[in-house]
């Protein structure tokens, strides 16, 4: 089933790790946000898409959710020495990345290109995309004025009380490829990553919204909220602050039945399948907390089998 996967970071790459695990590389593709995306020390860093792709690699690091597994930190401690800014870590690994990348931009290639190289590189087989070839920054007007999104999620460690998610207008415009990845696609996945600040830049850019509205194909979101929490990071907390219900319903509501076929939501939220389905949503109690590698296959396959069943034509699992 060709699968296009809107994808933030933590939350968005376990899911695309267990995808990959079930779906020919060919038929995985991930659009990345690059909302978060932010220039330091000289460097162009793309967290969302370094994550999925590290994750992808085998070299994520599964405790910070950021950064390299195992990764030194020898530049910091001497950008450190030199009172330089250290309040974005990046592990030394982590920095050739980010040089390499800075590099190839100058350089005059589009960052889509330039992801290609970096996954290429690193033996990922399946096409991470960024949202966008432009910078679209996020920003987040918080009571203590408007922020950049790392300055606020990082610096200020998520504390400034959200007003408002700022995204940028006009809308950026996609790429050829993302264009592509979503009228070739079967399946478009929304993962659990943040709705407000990691789908949200991903649904403005110009054309992706009016795709997935367009019912050409079936598009399923997985809540990242559990029992009135999310796992990790600071989604409850903004859906709160910005009058959402912190449900799964909160979240099937905000992306609303116009742009999502179905909705994976927790066992833990069982009980709220019959309102959701009375939005014209349909819903799908699964085991959505993905702890061990076999979680993230568990959902994913899950995922595929339910929309298989609700459309038989498409077919189910890849040549793996
Ligand atoms: P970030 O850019 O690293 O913050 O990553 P994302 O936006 O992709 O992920 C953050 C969201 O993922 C949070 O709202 C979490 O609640 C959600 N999340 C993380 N792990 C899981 C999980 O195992 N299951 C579910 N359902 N949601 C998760």
Redesign the pocket.
Known sequence: MRTTVL?????????VWGLAQVLAPEELTILG?TG?DLTHLGLTIC??LD?VMYTLAGMADPDS??GVKGDSFGAMESVARYRGSTWFRLGDQDLGTHLARTELLAAGLTLTQVTAHLCHALGVRQRLLPMADQPAPTLVDTAEGVLSFQEW?VRRRWQPAVRKVILPLPRPAASSQVLEALDMADLILI?????L???APILNVSSVREALESRQRMVVA?????GG????????KMMAQLGMEVSPLGVARWYGAGLLSGL?L?QADESLTPAIEALGIAALPAS????TDS??IG?ASCILDWVGSMRPDLNQKGAR
């Open positions: 994808a933030g970071g933590v939350g968005g790459a376990k899911l946000n978060d967290p969302d994550t959710g950021w999620f993962a659990p990553s943040n709705p600040v990691s789908v997985v809540s990242p909220i559990i929490r999310a796992v990790k990071g600071p989604a409850a994976v927790d959505t907390w993905m702890r979680d993230r959902l």
